[in-house]
């Protein structure tokens, strides 16, 4: 059962245990992780295939899953279901019309002595898309990673999934590949895929970004590498937080908490409320609900251990504790929630009313699903178009131009006691 948390302090130190609970490191786990790493570096393909058999299915029906089988599975969804692919070409307008907006542009400006500076905007070479499978398989996650890629500028996206027990691909996943333009899937899954697209083998390209949710080996694996590759966060555990006062409907908000913790027993599903009316309310209809629903044990671990309903006293109190939790999904169910956009600083994403509820996010408005977690939305953004870029900068000086400055740079140089810097500036400036 859901506890109901006076703010009389004892919020805060309910806030600092679902703090705590992230930032807890498996030993066991990275040493693992390393000698998986360790092995796939220096032995490729070969040790990829091997964990494969061992971990998710002995006999593989192939490790690039061919062009054919993926339109297979787009032909056949289209006849068998084609409601769903009706869904996800929905969800993909709207995601690209979202996205499109964020694409950033070059410039260039041009001095009248003549200096000439810009920057270059344009796409990575090749990213990798990890894609958990099984039976925790996210077709909406393709699409979310996938999609800002390619509007950014990517050449090619590389996706990596591990094999059904049955040697196949998630037909799913194939079909939201197909409908975002992934241009090569391969079976392989955990530590040893991570591994295999950051130092490439002979039939997996290295690539140079690594994005897309997995377990704690597959998070662990990003975490060890990144500096050999990009990453796109270290995601942990999925979290929701409510704001919610007198006018909220307390069904809304139960089936809005059990949605997150349904994820992940180490999930945290808070609400605060200024109205102990609506607390109690909606810890009953979490209650009612959650026992038709199919993740029932998953959610009542979750909310037991980092669930919780907080009264305040006040709004203003409610905001300042948000901020202080960033969370990664914030929902603000109030009487006018608009209000509240330029108070809510620290949040991967908000979402306003009693009609935009998280899972509308997750699949469908158009906003990036993939947010900061952990409190990490003080200083992380959302993944979006700019998380698949890089820039670069270009200078040109006129030799007027250049000799105008070079007092000014030779005495910054001088005062950081480099003197081949200055030197550089020095021996154009004697050469008059």
Do not use: W
């Not at 590389?158 to 998630?170: E, Q, S, W």
């Not at 009316?277 to 810890?283: F, L, P």
């Amino acid at each position: 059962m859901i506890r109901i948390i006076e703010a009389n302090g004892d919020e805060k130190k309910f806030l600092a245990e679902v703090e705590r609970r992230a930032g807890e490191v498996n030993a066991e786990v990275e040493k693992t992780v390393r000698e998986i790493i360790s092995d796939v570096k220096e032995n490729g393909d070969k040790a990829v295939k091997e964990y494969t058999a061992k971990f998710d299915c002995p006999d593989p029906q192939y490790y690039r899953v061919p062009d054919e089988a993926i339109q297979d599975a787009l032909t056949e969804a289209n006849e068998q279901c084609p409601d769903f692919v009706e869904a996800m070409l929905n969800a993909v307008e709207n995601i690209t019309a979202f996205h499109c907006r964020q694409l950033r542009e070059g410039f260039c400006v041009t001095e009248p002595n003549g200096v000439i500076m810009g920057q270059r905007v344009r796409g990575l070479d090749r990213v990798g898309l990890y894609v958990p499978g099984g039976t925790a398989a996210y077709p909406s996650s393709v699409l979310m990673n996938a999609i800002p890629a390619k509007i950014a500028g990517v050449k090619e996206i590389i996706m990596v999934t591990p094999p059904l027990k049955d040697g196949t691909a998630n037909k799913d996943i194939l079909v939201a590949a197909a409908l975002c333009g992934v241009d090569r899937i391969y079976l392989a899954g955990g530590a040893q895929a991570v591994a295999a697209l950051a130092f490439g083998t002979d039939e997996i390209p290295k690539v140079s970004k690594i994005v897309g949710p997995g377990n704690i080996f597959v998070a662990t694996a990003k975490k060890l590498l990144y500096g050999v590759v990009d990453i796109d966060m270290i995601a942990g555990p999925s979290e929701i937080l409510v704001l919610a006062d007198e006018t909220a409907n307390p069904k809304y908000l139960a089936a809005d908490l059990m949605s997150q913790a349904e994820h992940d027993k180490l999930a945290s599903a808070i609400m605060i409320t200024t109205d102990m009316g609506i607390a109690e309310r909606t810890r009953g209809e979490i209650e009612r609900q959650s026992a038709e629903l199919s993740r029932r044990e998953i959610i009542d671990r979750s909310i037991s251990d980092y669930g919780a309903i907080i009264v305040c006293d006040d709004m203003d109190y409610a905001v300042e504790l948000a901020n202080a939790l960033a969370p990664e999904h914030l929902e603000v169910v109030t009487k006018n929630p608009m209000e509240y956009i330029g108070r809510l600083d620290n949040v991967g994403s908000l979402f306003l009313g009693q009609y935009s509820p998280e899972p509308l996010g997750d699949y469908y408005a158009g906003p990036n699903h993939v947010l900061p977690t952990s409190g990490t939305a003080r200083f992380f953004s959302p993944l979006g178009v700019d998380s698949f870029i890089k820039r670069s900068s270009y200078i040109y000086y006129t030799r007027e131009a250049l000799l105008d400055a070079a007092d000014d740079i030779i005495l910054i140089a001088e005062r950081e006691r480099l003197t081949a810097h200055a030197n550089s500036i020095k021996v154009r400036k004697d050469d008059e």
